[in-house]
C-alpha cells in the first residue's frame, strides 16, 4: 500500500432559529451552545495545528442558514451577552464551590473556556467566524462544500425539478456571499441520494457528492473498489461513500466517544439546578437548557453517584484511543488496497459537526490529536475530497441505490405518521410558486419583496428540521410552529397577489423576522425554457 489517506467530513447545520421579538427563547440557546461547544473549539485546534506547521486537511458543508445566523449581527450581539451571563455566573459559581476543591477546579476550566471564547469571538472574528473558515480554506487546509439553501430530502422533490433548482442557486448565491473559493463539492442533506440527481449536480458545475456506505454497495453494479475510492456516475459525476462501519465506530454506543471518563454533557446544570440559581442565567419558564457548566463524567463512584469529570484522565483516554483508531483504519485500508493491487484507497467519516464537541465534549480535541498523530506517522494522510477525484481511476460506471445516512437508511424518519401531515401543504406551495414566477417574470418594487418574501418562506418550510423534530415529543411543538409560520406567510402572499393587495406593514414586518437570503431571486423557480 503507497497511498491511503483518511477524509474527515462535517455537516454544519442548525434550525433557523432567529426569533428578533422573543430573546431567550430555548431554541436559540441550542445556537449558541453550538457556537461554544463546537465551532470556537474547532477554530482554535486549527489555528493550533496551523501554529504548529501540522497539515491538517478537514471538509466541511456549512448550511446556508447557519451561515446567515452567524452574520447576523442581532444574533451575534445576543450571544455576547449570552457568554456574559455565562461568564458572570461562572464567577458566582466558583464562590459556591469554594470548600469543594474537586469541582472548584472544573468550574475553574469551563469559565476559563468561555472567557476564552468570548476574546475569540469578540476581539479575534470581529463576531464573524466564517471569515475564519474562509482562511483556512483558501489557504488549503479545509474544503467547504455547497449544499441545498435549507436542508431540504430532496428526493422527495426529484418529480418537481423547479424545486430542486431552486435550492441549489440560492445556496449558491449564500455560498458566494460568505466564502471565496469555488465549490467542487455539494453536500445532499442527510446523503439523501436518488438516481438523476448526478445530472442535476453536474449541470451546476459540481464534480462530486457523498452518500451513505449502502448507496455504493447496493449500486448498479456495485463499484470494484467498494467504498474505498470514489465511484463515476453514467455523466461522469463522482460520488464517494461514508465509511458507516469506521463512522459507528467513532459515535455509537461502546465506540471510541463512549467512555466512561469523558465529560458527561447531559450531565447540565441547567436541567438540576433551582430557578432562582438559575435565573442570571435564562428564566426557567421559557424551558431549561444547556448552560455549559458540566461537573461529571460519566462514570459512577462506589456509591453510585456520579465522579467528578477529570480532565487529565480524559486526555490521557484521548491519546490511547487516537492510536488505536489510526491503526484500526491502516489495517482496513491495507486490506483494501491488496485486493485492489495496491490501488490507492481513501475512507471517507462523515459525520454531524455537533458530534464533535456538543455531544462528545472531547472530540475537537481529538480531531486535533488526531491530525498530530498521523503528521507523525506517515503510513496514513489526511486528505481532501477533491484532491482524491483523480488518485484512482475508475472505469466502471455505476449508480448509487436509493439512500441517506439517516438511522433507518433511506426516508422513515422525514416521510411517516408524525409528518406526513406537512407535505400537502409544502408540495402545494411548491406548485403555486412555480406558477407564480411563470406568471410575474419581470415584477419589481413591492411585488417582487413580496415573491422574494414567499419564495423565502417557501424554502424554508422545505426544511427536514421541521420534520425531524416533529418526530420528538419535546420538538413538535416547536416544529408545528415554524412550519405552520412559513406556510401561513407563503399563502398570505400568494393570496395577496391574487387579490393585487398587499399590506406593506405586514411585508416589512416579516422581512425583518425572517431577514434570511436578502438576495433571493424568487425567479429561481421559473421553469426551464
Not at 14 to 37: K, Q, W
Amino acid at each position: 500500500m503507497h497511498d491511503a489517506s483518511l477524509i474527515f467530513v462535517l455537516d454544519a447545520q442548525l434550525p433557523f432559529v432567529r426569533h428578533p421579538e422573543e430573546p431567550g427563547r430555548m431554541e436559540e440557546s441550542g445556537y449558541f451552545t453550538a457556537l461554544s461547544e463546537t465551532y470556537l473549539p474547532l477554530l482554535r485546534s486549527c489555528t493550533a495545528l496551523e501554529t504548529g506547521g501540522i497539515p491538517f486537511k478537514l471538509a466541511i458543508a456549512f448550511s446556508p442558514l447557519l451561515c446567515e445566523m452567524l452574520a447576523d449581527p442581532l444574533l451575534q450581539q445576543r450571544y455576547v451577552d449570552f457568554l456574559d451571563r455565562t461568564i458572570a455566573f461562572g464567577e458566582t459559581e466558583l464562590d459556591r464551590k469554594d470548600s469543594d476543591p474537586e469541582r472548584r477546579a472544573v468550574v475553574e476550566r469551563q469559565l476559563k473556556r468561555q472567557k476564552t471564547n468570548r476574546h475569540e469571538f469578540v476581539e479575534i472574528y470581529e463576531k464573524n467566524i466564517l471569515k475564519k473558515f474562509d482562511y483556512f480554506a483558501t489557504h488549503g487546509y479545509m474544503e467547504i462544500l455547497a449544499t441545498t439553501a435549507t436542508p431540504c430530502f430532496l428526493p422527495l422533490y426529484v418529480d418537481i425539478p423547479e424545486a430542486i433548482n431552486a435550492q441549489i442557486e440560492t445556496g449558491l448565491i449564500i455560498y458566494r456571499k460568505h466564502f471565496t473559493s469555488v465549490p467542487a463539492g455539494f453536500w445532499l442533506p442527510a446523503m439523501a441520494w436518488k438516481d438523476g440527481l448526478e445530472k442535476v449536480l453536474k449541470s451546476y458545475g459540481f464534480m462530486y457528492t457523498l452518500v451513505d456506505s449502502h448507496a455504493l454497495l447496493f449500486a448498479d453494479p456495485p463499484p470494484k473498489t467498494g467504498i474505498f475510492s470514489p465511484a463515476v456516475c453514467e455523466n461522469g459525476f463522482s460520488v464517494f461513500a461514508r465509511d458507516t462501519l469506521a463512522c459507528a465506530a467513532l459515535a455509537e454506543s461502546g465506540g471510541i466517544a463512549d467512555r466512561d471518563v469523558y465529560l458527561d454533557v447531559e450531565h447540565d446544570i441547567g436541567f438540576e439546578y433551582d430557578e432562582e440559581l438559575l435565573s442570571a442565567l435564562f428564566s426557567v419558564e421559557l424551558g431549561r437548557r444547556k448552560t455549559g457548566y458540566c461537573y461529571h463524567s460519566r462514570r459512577k463512584t462506589g456509591e453510585g453517584e456520579p465522579a467528578v469529570y477529570r480532565v487529565d484522565e480524559a486526555e490521557a483516554c484521548l491519546d490511547d484511543v487516537v492510536s488505536s483508531f489510526v491503526h484500526d483504519r491502516l489495517a482496513v485500508l491495507k486490506k483494501a488496497s491488496k485486493a485492489l493491487d495496491d490501488a490507492p484507497v481513501t475512507d471517507v467519516l462523515a459525520l454531524p459537526a455537533s458530534f464533535f464537541g456538543q455531544e462528545w465534549h472531547e472530540g475537537v480535541l481529538w480531531f486535533e490529536k488526531l491530525a498530530r498523530y498521523v503528521a507523525e506517522n506517515g503510513d496514513l494522510s489526511l486528505s481532501l475530497p477533491f484532491s482524491r477525484l483523480s488518485a484512482q481511476e475508475n472505469e466502471r460506471i455505476n449508480t448509487p441505490y436509493y439512500s441517506s445516512w439517516l438511522p433507518g437508511g433511506y426516508a422513515e424518519e422525514v416521510l411517516n405518521s408524525s409528518n406526513d401531515w406537512m407535505y400537502p401543504f409544502v408540495r402545494k406551495a411548491t406548485l403555486r410558486m412555480i406558477d407564480l414566477a411563470e406568471r410575474f417574470p419581470d415584477d419589481d418594487s413591492l411585488k417582487e419583496r413580496a415573491l422574494n418574501m414567499a419564495a423565502r418562506e417557501l424554502l424554508l418550510s422545505q426544511s427536514m428540521d421541521w420534520f425531524l423534530m416533529m418526530n420528538r415529543q419535546d420538538q413538535g411543538s416547536y416544529a408545528r410552529e415554524r412550519f405552520e409560520d412559513s406556510i401561513r406567510s407563503f399563502t398570505v402572499v400568494y393570496e395577496s397577489l391574487g387579490s393585487n393587495f398587499i399590506s406593506t406593514e405586514w411585508l416589512t414586518r416579516t422581512e425583518k423576522r425572517d431577514n434570511f437570503f436578502p438576495e433571493i431571486n424568487y425567479r429561481v423557480y421559473s421553469k426551464r425554457k
